[in-house]
């Protein structure tokens, strides 16, 4: 679009400066060497001329219009990257404070961290602090005796 903008208003420029260089009676309208047939009164040189003002403000609407719809296109897709960037960020925040449980669990730590922190973010307050996780019934399978699938989260 804005390439089509760009040829419009270059087309008026071109058009309007050959009739300008051209013309050298008041009611005779030459372009590009040749006479204008239609045109033989004052009154039609000016509709002529208006005509291409008219195309010269729609190429220039076209360009601004097609300038703009880039500009907010890349505005977008910025925005869109630093969101998906602090997505990756918080998930891979997620991932490794839930490695760092899972491993926990595994060497036999069982339990919760101390009441009001939350494993993983030093200072991080956790309110109303989780309750201890329930023991399990016995012959429910391991899942069932892990403090991970016990967290009411």
């Given at each position: 679009m804005v390439f089509v903008g760009f040829l419009l208003v270059a087309a008026a420029i071109t058009v309007g400066a050959g009739?300008?260089?051209?013309?050298?009676?008041?009611?005779?309208?030459?372009?590009?060497?040749?006479d204008v047939p239609v045109v033989d009164n004052e009154w039609q040189v000016f509709v002529a001329g208006a005509a291409v003002a008219a195309v010269?403000?729609?190429?220039?609407?076209?360009?601004?219009?097609?300038?703009?719809?880039?500009?907010?296109?890349?505005?977008?897709?910025?925005?869109?990257?630093?969101?998906?960037?602090?997505?990756?960020?918080t998930l891979e925040m997620e991932k490794r404070r839930l490695e760092r449980e899972l491993a926990r669990v595994r060497r036999g730590e069982a339990g919760t961290p101390p009441a009001g922190r939350q494993?993983?973010?030093?200072?991080?307050?956790?309110?109303?602090?989780?309750?201890?996780?329930?023991?399990?019934?016995?012959?429910?399978?391991?899942?069932?005796?892990?403090?991970?699938?016990d967290r009411n989260e």
């Amino acid at each position: 679009m804005v390439f089509v903008g760009f040829l419009l208003v270059a087309a008026a420029i071109t058009v309007g400066a050959g009739v300008l260089l051209a013309n050298t009676g008041p009611a005779e309208l030459v372009v590009f060497g040749q006479d204008v047939p239609v045109v033989d009164n004052e009154w039609q040189v000016f509709v002529a001329g208006a005509a291409v003002a008219a195309v010269f403000v729609i190429g220039t609407m076209f360009t601004f219009m097609g300038a703009g719809r880039v500009l907010r296109a890349r505005r977008d897709l910025r925005d869109l990257r630093e969101e998906h960037e602090e997505s990756l960020t918080t998930l891979e925040m997620e991932k490794r404070r839930l490695e760092r449980e899972l491993a926990r669990v595994r060497r036999g730590e069982a339990g919760t961290p101390p009441a009001g922190r939350q494993p993983g973010r030093p200072g991080a307050q956790v309110w109303p602090p989780r309750p201890a996780p329930a023991p399990a019934p016995a012959g429910q399978g391991p899942s069932a005796r892990s403090p991970f699938f016990d967290r009411n989260e």
